[in-house]
Nanobody, 116 residues
Framework: QVQLVESGGGLVQPGGSLRLSCEAS????????MGWHRQAPGKQRDVVAR???????TYVDSVKGRFTISRDNAKNTVYLQMNSLKPEDTAVYYC??????????WGQGTQVTVSS
């Protein structure tokens, strides 16, 4: 089993920044990728950013140039630095871990609200 603990959400004004963290513990061997998804009210959960064990990153178009995903392998932690936040970024953000061969783990979610 893998346990994920997220932190860093909150209320921020448009144009502001937040940094989300997700620390993995437990049976963490075999992790192939770590990422962040988000779910706004009444909408489906969608991928925001993903980073592989090799360090390759992908982003949804709407956050490119504003968000940066990174990982600290020594701390088993993945981060999402979010800059130039917009009201449409408001959502619950979930950390996701892919573990070989086919297992997926989700964090509990952290609320991000962008509002003046």
């Amino acid at each position: 089993q893998v346990q994920l603990v997220e932190s860093g959400g909150g209320l921020v004004q448009p144009g502001g920044s937040l940094r989300l963290s997700c620390e993995a513990s437990g049976s963490i061997s075999g992790i192939t990728a770590m990422g962040w998804h988000r779910q706004a009210p009444g909408k489906q959960r969608d991928v925001v950013a993903r980073i592989t064990s090799g360090g390759s990153t992908t982003y949804v178009d709407s956050v490119k140039g504003r968000f940066t995903i990174s990982r600290d392998n020594a701390k088993n932690t993945v981060y999402l630095q979010m800059n130039s936040l917009k009201p449409e970024d408001t959502a619950v953000y979930y950390c996701k871990i892919d573990r070989a061969p086919f297992t997926v783990y989700w964090g509990q979610g952290t609320q991000v609200t962008v509002s003046s």
